[in-house]
C-alpha cells in the first residue's frame, strides 16, 4: 500500500502526465484535406509538429479546434488564418512547435497545393 502511494506520488509529481504519440500517412488534396482533433490537455503543452512529403508540397496548421469552421476556406487556399496556433505553407517538409492551450482541443489540417500529396505528420509532446 505505501509503495503504491509513493509511486503515485512521484509520476505525480515528475510532471510525466499525459503524452502525445502521433504519426501517420495520408493522401491529400485541395478538395480532401486532412483533419483531426488532439484531446485536450490539462495545463499548456508543448506540441512538435513534423511532416513530410516526398512528392507534392501541401500547407499544415494546428489551431484550436473553436476556429477550424471560420479557417476552413482560406486554409484551402493556402491563407494562415491569425488564430493559428502554428503553420507552414507550400512546404514538402516543415517542423515547428506550438503551445496548446490548457482546456481546449487543438486541430490539425493538412492540404495540399495543388495535386494530391502523400503526407506523413509527426505530432509529440
Known amino acids: 500500500m505505501r509503495i503504491g502511494l509513493l509511486l503515485c506520488l512521484c509520476i505525480g509529481l515528475s510532471g510525466c502526465g499525459p503524452k502525445l504519440k502521433?504519426?501517420?500517412t495520408k493522401a491529400v488534396t485541395v478538395s480532401d484535406?486532412?483533419?483531426?482533433?488532439?484531446?485536450?490537455?490539462?495545463s499548456e503543452a508543448?506540441?512538435?509538429v513534423e511532416a513530410t512529403s516526398s512528392d507534392e508540397?501541401?500547407?499544415?496548421?494546428?489551431l484550436k479546434q473553436e476556429d477550424v469552421d471560420k479557417a476552413d476556406t482560406g486554409m484551402q487556399d493556402g491563407k494562415a488564418p491569425?488564430?493559428?496556433?502554428?503553420?507552414?505553407?507550400?512546404t514538402r517538409s516543415a517542423s515547428f512547435?506550438?503551445?496548446a492551450p490548457a482546456g481546449k482541443e487543438v486541430a490539425?489540417?493538412?492540404v495540399s497545393t495543388g495535386k494530391k500529396a502523400n503526407v506523413?505528420?509527426?505530432m509529440n509532446k
Open 22 to 24: 502521433f504519426e501517420q
Open 33 to 42: 484535406p486532412w483533419t483531426g482533433i488532439i484531446d485536450a490537455f490539462s
Open 46 to 48: 508543448k506540441i512538435k
Open 57 to 62: 508540397p501541401f500547407h499544415v496548421f494546428i
Open 82 to 90: 491569425a488564430t493559428a496556433l502554428g503553420h507552414q505553407l507550400n
Open 97 to 99: 512547435e506550438v503551445t
Open 108 to 110: 490539425f489540417y493538412v
Open 120 to 122: 506523413t505528420l509527426k
